[in-house]
């Protein structure tokens, strides 16, 4: 049975802590190396990934394209409109034809619903890039990049501050998976479904709502922010009111403890969900979070094929 990396709640804890530790390693074992350079094992030697893209994409494509090569394997990008997926082939025959084809399939997709179609008829595993519920390659990068800066994930306090998108979600999903503290400050109309939060809360993660952002930011270890407005958006001008009250700026960060974290999965908006003297500032670890998403995704690619 294929091994699919569709979403951090439905994977042990113990092998996403093994992902993990898998990333740190690679990372430090390429201390040196040209980026072009594969990696002295090249475990995924004659593997190819198919990369599909419904959205556009930035450190996704680039993350996933170089950790193939790195690992010694190849890749074919598409979006929807380079395949027939885009004119009418169901996701479902879409999987069989790949699955004769290449060796791994990773999505980016518009639809959750879709990514699981994928993954139910494939027999080759299936990564999720992003959909519209979660995105657990990029929690995967985030939790690396703590761990780098020393932070010890368990009884960390990482509050998230801003609209409860899919990147929220797959927070909330690894929280009892690592034993952090999650606050979610988010304005009504933009909290996780609560769904999400009663699932992590059975599996014993420490997850609450906060609503005021002052107080959820109060000594927090890690304070998080995405964009206010996605790909696809049509409400944008509303959104940016209902959320303003909810930027991170110097003066919610000076809430937090002194040595507290700046998070963001970019692409950030300076002046919309943080203004530029904090994401620009020294608290800030976006583009060592950013390089991460390579590591994180190699440690998955190599989980995924057993390899």
Known sequence: MARHFLSLADIPASELRAVLDEAHRRKKA?????????????????HVLAMLFEKSSTRTRFSFDIAMKQL??????????????GRGETIEDTAKVLSRF?????????SHDDLIALAQNSKIPVINGLTDYNHPCQIMADLQTLEEKGRTLKDLRLTWVGDGNNVAISFI??????GYE??????????PSGQDMERARASGGNVKLVDDPV????????????????????????????LEAHQVNDALMSKADKDALFLHCLPAHRGEEVSASVIDGPASVVFDEAENRLHAQKAILKWCFEA
């Open 182 to 191: 999650l606050r979610l400050s988010c304005p009504d109309g933009y909290k």
């Open 30 to 46: 390429r201390v040196g190396f040209a980026k072009g350079r594969p990696d002295q094992d090249t475990p995924l030697k004659d």
């Open 102 to 110: 290449v060796d791994g399939i990773m999505l980016r997709a518009n």
């Open 173 to 178: 999903n690894a929280a009892s998976k690592f």
């Open 72 to 85: 010694g394997g190849s890749n074919i990008t598409a979006t929807s409109s380079d395949m027939q997926l």
């Open 215 to 242: 107080t959820a930011c109060a000594q927090s270890d890690v304070v998080i922010a995405d964009t206010w407005v996605s790909m696809g958006d049509t409400d944008a001008e509303q959104k940016m009111k209902d």
